[in-house]
């Protein structure tokens, strides 16, 4: 009886190790797996940064951003024309505004730049309080009759007038004379 209780000791001793065994796998693979959701779902979440919004996907950006139920801290909303003309290069546009919707959290200012150069901005603007827009907009840069490409950069800013996040909008200036 004492061969046949060692055996059944030894067993159960087994059987014991085998459950330990499984759960500390089983535990380690859910581990796992919830690691795995928390990190897809946090890209998916994640804001995108420097989208140039152009007449081919404005719809598609315009219909996000009508989608979206409230404005987060640290995001914010554009209004704008996106088609600025001016008479001549050194007058005031009549139909050239951009506005900082009341539902943003912070004050913006913008940079206006010729498309296929960004390191020297045609317009610099002032900062933007909530609710507020800027109309009968001059450039800084006098520029000769054509159509140009550009790409206006947004800069949402905190208290101290530091910018906390930017996007990168393109649009048309028309010189006519």
């Keep these: 009886m004492s061969k046949k209780?060692?055996?059944?000791?030894?067993?159960?001793?087994?059987?014991?190790k085998k459950i330990v065994i499984f759960g500390a796998v089983l535990i380690v693979v859910i581990l796992v797996a919830i690691i795995i959701f928390l990190f897809s779902r946090g890209r998916e979440d994640e804001p995108?940064?420097?989208v140039v919004v152009t007449k081919d996907n404005i719809e598609e950006v315009a219909d996000d951003m009508m989608n979206q139920d409230y404005i987060e801290p640290g995001y914010y909303s554009t209004s704008?024309?996106?088609?600025?003309?001016?008479?001549?290069?050194d007058a005031i546009?009549?139909?050239?505004?951009?506005?900082?919707?009341?539902?943003?959290?912070?004050?913006?200012?913008?940079?206006?730049?010729?498309?296929d150069d960004e390191n020297k901005p045609i317009l610099k603007?002032?900062?933007l309080p909530r609710g507020s827009e800027l109309n009968n907009i001059a450039l800084d840069v006098q520029l000769s009759a054509g159509t140009?490409?550009?790409?206006?950069?947004?800069?949402?800013?905190?208290?101290?007038?530091?910018t906390i996040s930017t996007l990168r909008v393109g649009f048309t200036i028309i010189v006519e004379k």
Aim: hydrophobic residues 35%; contains cysteine.
């Design 5 to 16: 209780a060692g055996e059944q000791g030894m067993a159960t001793e087994e059987k014991n």
């Design 125 to 127: 603007s002032p900062v």
């Design 80 to 89: 704008m024309s996106t088609t600025w003309h001016f008479a001549t290069g």
């Design 93 to 115: 546009s009549e139909d050239a505004y951009v506005a900082n919707v009341e539902e943003n959290t912070n004050d913006i200012y913008f940079d206006v730049f010729l498309a």
């Design 148 to 162: 140009y490409d550009c790409v206006m950069v947004y800069h949402l800013v905190d208290e101290e007038q530091n």
């Design 48 to 50: 995108k940064r420097n």
